[in-house]
């Protein structure tokens, strides 16, 4: 049993102090959830393994009175086993597969351009320690390309990204929380996609107005004083607006501003529901100028 309600959580963070990796940041919320305060060992990704006393060359890693746990799902998993009075994180065996799924593709949606487009930020905001290594390891991940090109491309276009949300908006349009009137572990995944965002976002991602600021306000509002910082769990100082980004002439519509329209988006309660679908595939009304 976790001594005074504490689990020691190894992270893995930036200069500023706040954390950089998207799996760490699900399990900060996910200790939050379970109602744990948290003991921080600091550091960042110079020295994981003598850190961890040679447990692990990753981040996460969690300390339970004694008891190691390596990796974020493991530690979701182990929380939800050990602790089964507490909050549920994986309040049901489908969350698991459908929240992989949809991290799967916020990974390739999302973390794959804005990694590409912040890759020079993620370097220059580490510990001054991780430049050389994050520069050497980053690089070799991308193909041996040098960061400051693939940045500069990745910025150029970063407007390509926020459209490509849109089913992610749709699904929280209707819904409070992935979790339904809660937030769960789904919530916490994805999340963090936005969370390691944040921590490096020279520049916004998203526009001011992106529907998506409700939800992410909302969770990154969540868990006040665990951190150990003023306001919530993802309100470190060192972390970046992820709103503002400005639009050039020529870059597309953030997302959709017409109502929701077809089969996905709407409930088929009767024909009048159908009616403005119904007449735009029919002809009898103009379809809205596909954006
Ligand atoms: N499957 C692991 C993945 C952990 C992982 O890959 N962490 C990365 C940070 S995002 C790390 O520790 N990287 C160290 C490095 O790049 O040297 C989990 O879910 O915890």
């Known amino acids: 049993m976790a001594k005074n309600n504490t689990i020691t959580l ?38 994981i ?93 991308l193909g041996g390309r040098k960061l400051e090109e693939v940045s500069k491309e990745g910025k150029a276009k970063l407007a390509e990204v926020p459209p490509t949300l849109e089913p992610f908006r749709a699904v929280l349009k209707t819904n409070k929380w992935l979790g339904g009137d809660k937030p769960n572990y789904a919530d916490y995944r994805a999340l963090s996609v936005f969370l390691w965002c944040a921590s490096v976002a020279a520049i916004p991602p998203l526009t001011e107005d992106d529907p998506l600021r409700d939800w992410l306000d909302r969770a990154f509002d969540l868990f006040p004083g665990v951190g150990g910082h003023a306001g919530g769990l993802g309100r470190h100082p060192g972390m970046h607006t992820l709103f503002g980004l400005k639009l050039k002439e020529g870059d597309p519509e953030p997302f959709v501003k017409a109502g929701a329209i077809g089969g996905l988006q709407t409930r088929n309660t009767g024909i009048a529901s159908t009616k403005a679908e119904t007449d735009q595939i029919t002809g009898k009304a103009e379809a809205p100028a596909a954006s």
């Open 10 to 47: 190894y992270d893995l963070q930036l200069a500023s102090g706040c954390t950089i990796s998207p799996f760490v940041w699900a399990t900060k919320y996910a200790l939050a959830h379970k109602g744990f305060d948290l003991d921080i060992v600091p550091g960042g990704f110079t020295g």
């Open 49 to 141: 393994a003598e850190r961890t006393g040679g447990r692990s060359e990753r981040l996460p890693a969690i300390v339970d009175d004694g008891h190691w746990v390596l990796d974020s799902w493991l530690i979701a998993e182990y929380l939800d086993e050990k602790y089964p009075d507490r909050p549920t994180l994986i309040t049901d065996p489908s969350v698991k597969p459908l929240t992989e799924f949809m991290e799967g593709w916020l990974w390739r949606t999302a973390i794959g351009p804005w990694f590409a487009a912040y890759i020079v930020d993620y370097r220059d905001l580490s510990l001054p320690v991780d430049h050389q290594y994050v520069t050497e390891t980053r690089e070799r991940m």
